[in-house]
């Protein structure tokens, strides 16, 4: 793994790929648009899913499982629903070899298929609320693909909710931001901003989407995380009635919200560097790698010795590896680790072991600015200590890098210089029209309106009018 | 949840039917052969993925992610391969809104698509073994469909390895049909016999599959996981070659292997009885339930609050429900307790707290028999203790009730007698016609030929002819 990436000011969009394949992340698959999420890929996976699952069950989720294959008529049944996924549907028109009465559609998202089975689960207030989640693939035929930020097949989860009044439907929505922020700052490492999408970025078939978004390492937003409030839109198109305490027949009120292998590439390009990934030590498969220096047969045997006990004093609170590989030169090793973004790197030489010591290495700070020695009689609380640190300042260096390149204009111009160069916070009336046109001559997007909202009112950026919100420009993935 | 089940004598594939959806298992979906896991069958399918997966770790295996979607090109690359899936396939053929050049498999499974991806990945011996397991939903298009049993879609986990030796490769297999014997009996409870499939029931493309089958309830068999040994065979079609250590180029050994949502069906079948289901302990969702009884509100409130006392004596180590639930009567809690299988009950009532004592209740064994008394100071390793022995003594009937109906028919009458109400270890002389006509005059089948064997010789017991081997017959689901 001596071979370099791309630079990152060289070429970011080579960079992003380079990393995702050098690093063994994953690989490109022989269907189109679609990827193979290689060991090393998944196992940040898994720790993503980890994150979010003891999340959602520590606020009374459950989880199930709903069929990938969605009648074809069920899309079609609320109408928002199906003019937004329709274009992207992969179609399943033969089973067992012969052509299907109705045609099956792949699911791109649940909902239809859930709303379904609610409608045959729900029948009083008793019932409610009900708190699913599932872990999924779900396929979209999309245009334009890209390593874990848009392929055709994507591994998510997909909760979906309902309950007996459009409040607690509303808190549930907010409730799930909330822990999507949680798990964002506190386990990627990555800042977010919470909002509300415009009506044109809405998700097909929602009254209000919420999203978490956040800057890449080229200033580009990444939508991380969404959760819709869904009204009674599914609720009448799949007939999901109750009983109310009073008697009385409602329509139950529902939620949905996802958090996809996209969350993957966020990690990569909000940390990564010229070196390969950095990967935050909540997440990362390998959180510690031991790396023993030695010059002949005799000391190889002995340094072995030494870092075997260094490991056996980190595990098993601390994932880590002895790369005992032979045949491989210390330097190629820390080159190999540094790719893999492994956060903390333990030396271990002839004259650490004569003197009882180890030197940490912070994949964050290269250099001798991120060395540190520490005795090995202390080497377990050093390290846990080490972790923690290199978390936190992954993330305000995320945050730092963000708040640099965040802008606040009050011009049009001035916003149009602000998208090409970072984020943009502006007053905005509201007016999908003054919206489409700052697309159309910039290609940046309103990402959302902020529900962290200074009070005041300005004019919209665009027309002019008097505006209660601001709204965050940029260009996107 | 008053309403019975139909007993199981009366018919065993209504109870079967009636237990899943009336412990709340699972549903069936409006898809063909589909079904929706509801979270409690889903939360025991978790515990089952949990138990495997921590085994497969362990022996160093990874997961990874590979596509959903498979060229239609690829499955007819291996002969066999082709000949035993075709019929079963669902199909894309409608992408983005047009019609496919190449349509494209839904994954029947994925040798295939993997093996593709090993061609590309495996260069030198040094790049070899690659232990890859994936969890996945795969689909196959089944004639007749069965809750769990069989489904159109269903959930697994499949293992692909490719080794530089046959050996190797072979090994591999047993190791995991280990596995899955060693989680079939520590973790389900189920007693499974391990042998290797004869050539009419090997998986389509193997050189010798390997099974665990177990006996259920109603006598026949379940074929519970395989473990198959590919051979060069996939290795061949995808064209998986690597140098070995005197720089030949040689083709990889490859196998496959898995377990899937069928497990579920398997615990359902081997231990429920006509109250409902028995869950063993280390696969229970809910291990411990808390009923408090109580006869008015001032008493409830003190019964409630000693409960509370009990519940965190015993967690978190145990996982466990406090039902406080009001407008219940206790007797209708423990029901409801029973049908969904909770191992072991604890009922605290006024007595019992001026007392500082609990009743502990089996659910595998009903009535006064199955209750203990033990004071609360205790009560944790009570508990931990008793569902300790619940866990055994599950394994301990389901092998007693195996060896109960199973038979050694030393003629062909005997044969057919013993098939019809259990398993038959008989001897086999190997030709495929004297399986044949077993199955077609009893519909029994040749489950596996056990590994292990008694030594010696005997007349087939079909044809007479001398046979080195017994085979195990019965009828099977």
Redo the contacts between chains.
């Keep these: 793994m001596a071979t370099k990436v791309t630079p990152r000011s060289v070429d970011y969009s080579r960079w992003y790929t380079d990393v995702i394949q050098m690093a063994d992340l994953a ?1 490109y ?4 648009g ?6 090393y ?3 940040l ?2 720790n993503i899913k980890e994150g979010l699952d003891r999340r959602f069950k520590a606020t009374g989720h ?10 074809y008529s ?1 899309i079609q049944k609320e109408a928002e629903h199906v003019k937004g996924f ?12 012969e052509e299907l009465e109705e ?2 559609v ?1 699911r791109p998202t649940s909902e239809t ?1 859930i709303g ?2 609610y409608s ?2 729900v029948q009083s207030y008793r019932d409610l609320p009900i708190l ?1 989640n599932q872990w ?2 779900v ?1 979209r ?1 999309e ?1 334009r693909t890209r390593l874990f930020l848009r392929t ?2 994507f ?1 998510w989860q997909e909760g979906h909710t309902a309950h007996a009044t459009a409040e607690e439907a509303i808190e549930e929505t907010l409730l799930i931001l909330n822990i999507y922020e949680d798990f964002a700052v506190n386990d990627a490492a990555i800042p977010v901003i919470k909002g509300r999408k415009s009506e044109s970025e809405r998700f097909a078939g929602a009254v209000t989407s919420y999203t978490i978004e956040a800057m890449m390492g080229d200033k580009r937003a990444l939508q991380a995380g969404t959760s819709h409030f869904l009204g009674q839109n599914f609720a009448r198109a799949f007939d999901i009635k109750f009983l109310d305490q009073n008697n009385q027949l409602q329509y139950a009120w529902t939620t949905s919200w996802g958090v996809s292998t996209r969350m993957v590439g966020a990690v990569v390009m909000v940390h990564g560097d010229d070196q390969g990934l950095i990967l935050p030590p909540k997440l990362a498969p390998i959180q510690v790698v031991i790396v023993p220096i030695w010059r002949d047969d005799e000391e190889r045997a002995r340094i072995l010795e030494f870092a075997g006990q260094v490991k056996a004093a980190l595990e098993p609170e601390v994932r880590l590896k002895l790369d005992d590989r032979e045949g491989f030169s210390p330097g190629w090793k820390f080159n190999d680790w540094e790719m893999r973004g492994v956060p903390l790197r333990i030396e271990v030489g002839p004259k650490d072991m004569e003197q009882e010591q180890v030197v940490l290495a912070r994949r964050d700070r290269p250099g001798k600015e991120g060395k540190t020695t520490v005795p090995v009689a202390g080497v377990k609380q050093a390290v846990q200590d080490m972790l923690a640190t290199i978390q936190t300042d992954l993330y305000r260096r995320a945050l730092a890098f963000r708040e640099e390149n965040t802008y606040y204009p009050e011009t049009y111009e001035a916003l149009c210089e602000a998208v090409a160069k970072g984020f943009a916070w502006a007053w905005w009336c509201g007016d999908a029209a003054c919206e489409a046109k700052v697309k159309e001559e910039t290609t940046a997007t309103i990402r959302c309106i902020p529900l962290d909202q200074e009070p005041g009112t300005g004019p919209c950026v665009v027309c002019g009018r008097e505006s209660r919100e601001r709204a965050v420009f940029a260009r996107a993935y």
């Design positions: 690989d698959a022989p269907v189109r679609c990827m193979v999420i290689k060991p890929g998944y196992a996976w898994e459950v989880n199930a499982y709903f069929p990938l294959f969605i009648p069920f329709s274009p992207e549907l992969a179609v399943v028109t033969v089973g067992g070899g045609p099956l792949v298929i379904y089975m045959k689960w699913i999924a693939n396929v035929w245009k055709t097949e591994l």
